[in-house]
């Protein structure tokens, strides 16, 4: 990965904003958090965190894009020759991980996503961004991030071709119903206290697969 001074000093600014933010809402709502605590814990001016995000809620913006350029790069991944439905499973399973390690974030984040109104035009994550926030992903800074229908809906179509899944099934419904699962497990494990966010994920997704194999 070859960048410049700068552009480390702009990816290591922009995810130390990220961090303090993270390390203060599994106690505490975004409302709660104000921009001055974050720029206390990420040890910079208030003028300079204008600088990279217009608001508090621009932080979330930006998890979401590092969230689906980690879930791009998991989904392409090939574990053992695995391929359409266990890629999906995988990315289900990593995703629930995630939530189960952060709940409060995550169920913040999800319901983040659905209530707001319009995206905020931010700019391409760069590949000292992508390097420095997943260091343990080999070549993601290489990647191009897709949002979550595109992955699913190309893993769907690979089950159907390997006859995973039979021919007739409906996989434009298919589509939301796992969305729904992907947004709405990790804000309902949260509420309940339940916590394991996996295992619903699991047998959620194993009623889709059933219910797609007996379509007709």
């Not at 930006?62 to 090939?78: D, K, N, V």
């Not at 191009?144 to 089950?159: G, Y």
């Not at 899944?165 to 497990?185: N, Y």
């Amino acid at each position: 990965m070859n960048i410049t001074i700068r552009q480390r000093k702009h990816a290591r600014t922009k995810l130390s904003i990220l961090h303090a933010l993270l390390a203060r809402i599994e106690s505490s709502s975004l409302e709660s958090i104000s921009i001055k605590d974050l720029c206390q814990d990420a040890n910079i001016a208030q003028a300079t965190f204008f600088l990279y995000f217009q608001h508090k809620a621009s932080i979330l913006d930006y998890f979401i894009q590092l969230w689906g350029a980690e879930i791009t790069w998991q989904s392409q991944q090939r574990v053992d020759g695995e391929r359409g439905l266990a890629v999906i499973e995988r990315i289900f399973d990593y995703a629930g991980m995630r939530a189960e390690q952060r709940p409060m974030l995550m169920a913040e984040v999800v319901s983040y996503a659905a209530r707001r109104r319009e995206i905020e035009s931010s700019p391409p994550l760069s590949s000292a961004e992508l390097g420095f926030a997943f260091p343990e992903y080999h070549d993601i800074d290489k990647i191009t991030p897709q949002d979550l229908v595109s992955i699913f809906s190309s893993h769907l179509k690979e089950a159907v071709a390997h006859g995973e899944l039979p021919t007739f099934c409906d996989l434009d419904s298919a589509l939301p119903t796992l969305l729904a699962i992907f947004f709405s497990t990790p804000i309902l494990s949260a509420s309940s206290k339940d916590g394991d966010v996996r295992s619903h994920y699991r047998r959620q997704l194993r009623l889709v697969w059933s219910a797609l194999r007996n379509e007709r």
